[in-house]
């Protein structure tokens, strides 16, 4: 690897900023899904659409995202990600005006294409700014930005669109269809001027990023090889990298579940708006203690692979206490996987990435594309919450105890994902060929 210099810690600030920024607008997810459930009058499943529209651009961008980055360059990639996203939050003007859901999902869905460029950039940026063996402390680093600025989002988009959210509700059960419209109309708004201001930062940001003094580098060109074996010509030839991006694909979905649907989880149990508006911090704030504690253990006191272990352990600890709890104490369960879930991104990069060499960007876009895990494991829970709803109720049970049962019963679908990351962290990451290790 070519290690710049200078101007390391510099550049460190810069890409954690970056941080700041997609942390910030990815987490406010868990604000926008009851929003919108709400103004469009959806499902469950149909609101756990917010975050399919957010992640599957993760897919469909990844690889153009990779050929766009060995064209421009890391730092003019991230900047025209940033563009993208301001461009993604204007949409959401026209979106409110028609309160029409789709045209909400494809503001979304351009913001995830420009968090996609500036993902696919900024973590191989920061994994290979340093040795591989501190790439999870850098990153964790990143995550503590990332994280911080989640609990802003959610703090912040929780205060502007849940603010009488529970008074809307309940007048909407009894308005005329005209007055339902007013009252959804008004709700609508309240995304107008939030967007518009951070469409303008973003703009602003895109083309201050242009001017900033980051150091050029690039992974080793030629990754080590065994005597009497020769350097691989394939990503295919690594099937450890193809593990770590199905490590990576349950782990977003888990996170996503965990930060994404805490709020509406506390909604189905009873809590008011007001005060589940906050859950998501619980869970961002749990992710950003476990974060510090690997920038103090990794990698001098902590491998980032034993890291990963007992992340995984934890997970399915976690995931098991929240069907075995009810009311606040599950809630707490749900925002303590934020614990399980901080240091797996740190490690599972690293540990990825290892050994590829020239394939380090490729690897990257297909890590990136495992991002998709938050677009299809979250509505696979949401679809679970509607289903066994509506089996309980015919069997009997009432809409509201329903719901919340329902609800708690569907995080089952956590176990099986953090089964798979701990896989990964014993062996997987271990499999550098396909040949006898």
């Known amino acids: 690897m070519k290690e710049p210099k200078n101007n390391n810690l510099t550049a460190i600030i810069i890409i954690a900023s970056l941080f700041f920024i997609f942390g910030f607008v990815t987490w406010i997810n868990g604000a926008l899904i009851p929003f919108m459930k709400t103004i469009n009058e959806l499902t469950d ?26 064209k421009i360059g890391y730092k003019k990639g991230m900047s025209l990600g940033l563009i993208i996203m301001a461009i993604g939050a204007l949409v959401f003007i026209p979106a409110a005006e028609a309160r029409t859901y789709w045209v909400f999902l494809a503001g979304i869905f351009i913001q995830g294409i420009g968090m996609t460029l500036l993902q696919t950039a900024a973590n191989p940026y920061i994994t290979i700014l340093g040795p ?19 609990a802003l989002g959610s703090l912040i988009f929780g205060a502007l669109l849940l603010s009488g959210i529970d008074e809307v509700k309940e007048k909407l059960g009894t308005a005329s269809l005209e007055e339902k419209g007013v009252l959804l109309d008004t709700m609508a708004d309240s995304v107008f001027m939030p967007y518009l201001v951070m469409a303008i930062v973003l703009f602003v940001l895109g083309i201050l990023i242009r001017k900033a003094p980051l ?60 005060d589940a508006k906050f859950f998501t911090t619980l869970t961002l704030f749990a992710m950003v203690c476990t974060y510090i504690v690997g920038v103090i253990l990794i990698p ?57 060499g020239k394939f380090t960007k490729t690897g990257s876009a297909l890590l990136i594309m495992a991002i998709s895990g938050g677009a299809i494991i979250p509505p696979l829970y949401g679809r ?30 956590l176990i099986p994902c953090y089964v798979l990351i701990l896989f990964f962290a014993l062996w997987g990451h271990k499999y550098k060929s396909w040949s006898k290790q």
């Open 45 to 70: 499943a149909q609101s756990y659409l917010v975050a399919s529209a957010s992640y599957i651009s993760f897919v469909v961008m990844a690889l153009p995202a990779s050929w766009i980055l060995n």
């Open 132 to 150: 591989i063996d501190s790439g999870a402390k850098r990153i964790a680093i990143m995550g503590i930005a990332n994280k911080v600025a989640g």
């Open 215 to 274: 150091p050029h580098v690039e992974a080793a060109e030629e990754e080590e090889t065994k005597p009497g074996t020769t350097a691989k010509t394939s990503i295919f030839q690594f099937p450890h990298l193809w593990l770590g991006v199905l490590t990576l694909f349950v782990y977003v979905g888990a996170e996503v579940i965990a930060g994404d649907t805490i709020i509406a989880y506390g909604i189905s149990l009873g809590f008011p708006a007001a």
């Open 300 to 356: 001098k006191y902590l491998k980032q692979g034993t890291a990963l272990k007992i992340s995984a352990t934890l997970g399915i600890i976690f995931s098991m206490c929240i069907l075995s709890t009810t009311g606040f104490t599950s809630v707490l369960f749900v925002a303590a996987l934020g614990v399980s879930n901080a240091l797996v991104w740190p490690a599972v990069w690293p540990l990825t990435l290892a050994g590829l």
């Open 384 to 413: 679970m919450v509607d289903a066994n709803k509506q089996e309980l109720i015919t069997n009997g049970l009432n809409e509201v105890d329903a719901l919340a049962t329902a609800s708690t019963n569907s995080y089952w679908i």
